[in-house]
């Protein structure tokens, strides 16, 4: 059974920075797309960054030059490093994996979420 697990979340001030980890038990997970989504409260959920297995990134518009989305194929992990934190980014955020090679999906696997909170 497929496993996705975040970490990392948290309360910060705007500004600030915070650095999610997600663990994947995929067995095949460096050939698997993984990704960032968000959602904030009463919101849909968004795209927020991707990564593909030799390291091809794509990201939404307003994190671009903030957020840097990277991953570890020997520890099964993948990272989205967060700077210059805004309260309009907190959110819960998801790691996710695609069986496929698109960078927006479709997305076939999903975390539980962690709680991102920025404070202005």
């Known amino acids: 059974q497929v496993q996705l697990v975040e970490s990392g979340g948290g309360l910060v001030q705007a500004g600030g920075s915070l650095r999610l980890s997600c663990a994947a038990s995929l067995r095949t997970f460096s050939s698997v797309v993984m990704g960032w989504f968000r959602q904030a409260a009463g919101k849909e959920r968004e795209f927020v960054a991707a990564?593909?297995?030799?390291?091809?990134?794509q990201y939404r518009d307003s994190v671009k030059g903030r957020f840097t989305i990277s991953r570890d194929n020997v520890k099964n992990t993948v990272y989205l490093e967060m700077n210059s934190l805004k309260p309009e980014d907190t959110a819960i955020y998801y790691c996710?994996?695609?069986?496929?090679?698109?960078?927006?999906?479709?997305?076939?696997?999903w975390g539980q979420g962690t709680q991102v909170t920025v404070s202005s």
């Open positions: 990564i593909r297995w030799a390291g091809v990134t």
């Open positions: 996710a994996g695609a069986q496929g090679t698109g960078l927006l999906g479709p997305y076939h696997y």
